[in-house]
């Protein structure tokens, strides 16, 4: 059960809602202004090379059978496909703590999760519209396991952090609740986050009143991020 306080409802807008583009608002709204500008395309955090690595591993750990996940292979794919660009650290030893954590609880998840099935869904990109808001909204998954018999059939989705935001973790688990009950109605069984820095989990099992909060939620930040476009367009204006 998510325990999420109110939010206003805001205005409707026909707009597309990219859950990376609420992402990179909420983490820093300046951020988010400079990318309308154009002006972060020469510069990439860490961060981006980091998820980019950690996909790579879920594609080659999925693509192995049950038996084959073994810790020595794991560990194997973890070295493989971390990521070469150093220079994107703002240190060697930056680099070297973060690549000793994550690898780290990287390894201990997908450990446990070596016997499971392949995901009905592994790092898709979805869109599905949400008439309430007048508009489209789209996702990355990174897994999507779907669970129980036919009749009775739910799923399971699963999300890997670089860092333990609760904010952002908060504003995941609202878009991706909203977005799932939608696109495949019915709700997820659960929706897991792990924090691959810290080593942390969360494990949400939503209610069906939870889904009105995360529309609440996903309107009042789809206006602000609206606000925000259209102070720049009117920048450019002048």
Known sequence: ???????????????????????????CPCCYERKLKEQLKSHIRWEEHVEKSIQDVLLDFYAMMPEQRTERAIAHIIERRWT????????????????TYITMH???????????E????????????IEELGAHLTMLFQVIEWRGAPQESSFIVR????????????SYLHICLLFTTRMFGVMPQRMEVFTLLTGKSYIITPELSDIERSLDY????????????????NCLRH
């Not at 390894?107 to 499971?116: E, G, H, N, P």
């Not at 952090?161 to 973790?169: G, S």
């Not at 996903?218 to 476009?229: A, F, G, H, P, T």
């Open 118 to 129: 392949n995901p009905m869904y592994l790092l898709t990109e979805m869109t599905t519209m």
């Open 1 to 27: 059960m998510m325990h999420n306080q109110q939010w206003n409802v805001g205005s409707v807008y026909d707009t597309v809602i990219h859950e990376q583009d609420v992402e990179l608002y909420l983490r």
């Open 106 to 116: 990287l390894k201990m998840l997908l450990t446990d999760l070596r016997r499971s």
């Open 84 to 99: 070469k660009k150093n220079l994107a650290f703002e240190s060697e030893e930056q680099h070297h703590h973060i690549k």
């Open 218 to 233: 996903v309107r009042v930040v789809s206006r602000l991020m609206q606000e925000c476009v259209s102070n720049h367009q």
């Open 159 to 170: 999300k890997l952090f670089i860092h333990d935001e609760p904010q952002l973790i908060k």
